[in-house]
Nanobody
Framework: QVQLVESGGGLVQAGGSLRLSCAAS????????IGWFRQAPGKEREGVVC????????VYADSVKGRFSISRDNAKNTVYLQMNSLQPDDTGVYYC??????????????????WGHGTQVTVSS
C-alpha cells in the first residue's frame, strides 16, 4: 500500500528556514516522480517543486527558485524539501505526492494519485 507521510512543518519567522520530510512506504521512491505542493487558505493547491525519476530532472515554481531545494535519500525512501529565506507568502499546508504512472505535467496536482496528509508551514512577518 502506497503511503506518504510528511513532517517538519512549523512556525518560523520571515527569513528563516525549514526542512520538510516525506517518508514513503509501500513502494520504492527512487523509481517514481515525487512532487511537493502547497495550499494556502482560500487558494488552490499549487506545485512547488517536482523531481522526475526518469532523468533526474527537477522543476521549480518561479516563486521558490533559488530558495527551495528538493533532495532524495533512496536508502531511507525519503524525500526532503529544504526551504530557505521563507516569506509569509510561503505559508500553507505542504503536501508530497507521487504516482506509479509516468508524470507528464510535473507541477500539476491532477497528475498525482497518491498524497500525504500534509504538514503546516506558517511564516510570520
Amino acid at each position: 500500500q502506497v503511503q506518504l507521510v510528511e513532517s517538519g512543518g512549523g512556525l518560523v519567522q520571515a527569513g528563516g528556514s525549514l526542512r520538510l520530510s516525506c517518508a514513503a512506504s509501500g513502494f520504492t521512491l527512487g523509481y517514481y516522480a515525487i512532487g511537493w505542493f502547497r495550499q494556502a487558505p482560500g487558494k488552490e493547491r499549487e506545485g512547488v517543486v517536482c523531481a522526475r525519476s526518469s532523468d533526474g530532472s527537477t522543476v521549480y515554481a518561479d516563486s521558490v527558485k533559488g530558495r527551495f531545494s528538493i533532495s532524495r535519500d533512496n536508502a531511507k525512501n525519503t524525500v526532503y524539501l529544504q526551504m530557505n529565506s521563507l516569506q509569509p507568502d510561503d505559508t500553507g499546508v505542504y503536501y508530497c505526492a507521487t504516482d506509479l504512472r509516468p508524470i507528464v505535467r510535473c507541477l500539476v496536482p491532477d497528475e498525482y494519485g497518491y498524497w500525504g496528509h500534509g504538514t503546516q508551514v506558517t511564516v510570520s512577518s
